[in-house]
């Protein structure tokens, strides 16, 4: 527990520190990237509050660090006393818009629909690039979600999230395929391909992941 307490605080210090500047200025209205790197620590992400800070971390080197920023994941609840966390709950109403201004989908509905714009060519990461997919060298398309297909918690007692995000040992999380294609039980679903192999960043290696995820701009308290 000390540890990924720690780790959620290194990530938050490091939000902080972040150097704001970029050789490219995003849509100003960016709602939406894949993450270009995870913490390293595997599935461990410091819980859904250090994979908040890594978001905003990554956003505020491109000037989107003052805006509130979630981490598309769920959690089952299973360390304790916490109740299950839908990821689809956690990300506001959109619409979202990816760094080119390309609007990916405009409600959870349509997010979570076959009519969303997901793709290889529109998620893009925080600095307008696209993310290995299958195909390439690293295939890096395994997206941490922890979430069906309906962007809501795997069943209760069973282990979706590696330990709710906080094991990069034993374990396992569901993860989708950014380039919708691959296998598994659904391989060309975003969010809900697979489970991965184990929760340490070889393991996730071992899939074509790299301890990625999905973050989502969502509106200040009080704004319209």
């Given at each position: 527990?000390?540890?990924?307490?720690?780790?959620?605080?290194?990530?938050i210090a490091?939000?902080?520190?972040?150097?704001?500047s970029a050789q490219t200025v995003?849509?100003?209205?960016?709602?939406?990237?894949?993450?270009?790197v995870g913490p390293g620590q595997g599935a461990d992400l410091g819980g859904l509050d250090g994979a908040d800070a890594w978001c905003r971390h990554l956003a505020f080197a491109v000037g989107h660090g003052d805006a509130i920023w979630r981490a598309y994941l769920s959690t089952t609840g299973n360390r304790g006393a916490?109740?299950?966390?839908?990821?689809?709950?956690?990300?506001g109403t959109g619409p979202w818009y990816n760094f080119r201004g390309d609007m990916i989908?405009?409600?959870?509905?349509?997010?979570?629909?076959?009519?969303?714009?997901?793709?290889?060519e529109t998620v893009l990461?925080?600095?307008?690039?696209?993310?290995?997919?299958?195909?390439?060298a690293p295939?890096?398309?395994?997206?941490?979600?922890g979430s069906g297909v309906d962007g809501r918690a795997?069943?209760?007692?069973?282990?979706?999230?590696?330990?709710?995000?906080?094991?990069?040992?034993?374990?396992?999380?569901?993860?989708?395929h950014h380039d919708r294609t691959g296998g598994g039980a659904n391989p060309s679903s975003w969010n809900s391909a697979h489970g991965t192999r184990g929760c340490g960043q070889q393991a996730l290696r071992g899939t074509g992941g790299d301890g990625l995820f999905y973050c989502f701009r969502v509106p200040a308290p009080g704004s319209p």
């Open positions: 527990m000390r540890k990924t307490t720690a780790l959620a605080a290194a990530l490091a939000t902080m520190a972040a150097p704001a995003p849509y100003d209205r960016m709602s939406f990237f894949l993450t270009s916490r109740s299950a966390v839908n990821a689809r709950d956690r990300i989908a405009a409600d959870p509905d349509q997010l979570h629909s076959d009519g969303n714009n997901l793709t290889k990461s925080e600095s307008g690039h696209p993310v290995r997919g299958r195909g390439d295939n890096r398309h395994d997206i941490l979600t795997g069943p209760s007692g069973e282990d979706t999230t590696c330990s709710d995000w906080t094991s990069s040992g034993e374990g396992s999380a569901l993860a989708g």
